[in-house]
């Protein structure tokens, strides 16, 4: 029984070229695109106003736990809507 020919390989070169078409294709379908999707991670549309001190009634999300040192009393991020 004959044994079937080798598969056509490509060159180096030519693998180079595919790639590099493959990456400029990426690249215009991805700035085509930018922006023009729906985040799935919504936020409440707050800008950061300052930092006080945490009052009984905030919202517990609201404290700083990065300003608020070990033990003392919380802080809370201030803040006002977006685009007010």
Do not use: C, Q
């Not at 060159?11 to 991805?30: F, K, M, Q, Y």
């Not at 023009?36 to 609201?62: I, M, N, Q, T």
């Amino acid at each position: 029984m004959p044994t079937a020919p080798a598969p056509d390989t490509l060159s180096t070169d030519s693998l180079a070229a595919v790639r590099h078409i493959e990456l400029t294709a990426r690249r215009l379908v991805g700035d085509l695109f930018a922006g023009r999707y729906h985040s799935v991670f919504k936020g409440r549309g707050l800008e950061f106003s300052e930092v006080r001190a945490y009052e009984p009634g905030d919202d517990a999300r609201d404290i700083d736990w990065n300003v608020t040192p070990d033990g003392a009393t919380p802080t809370s991020n201030d803040t006002s809507r977006s685009g007010s």
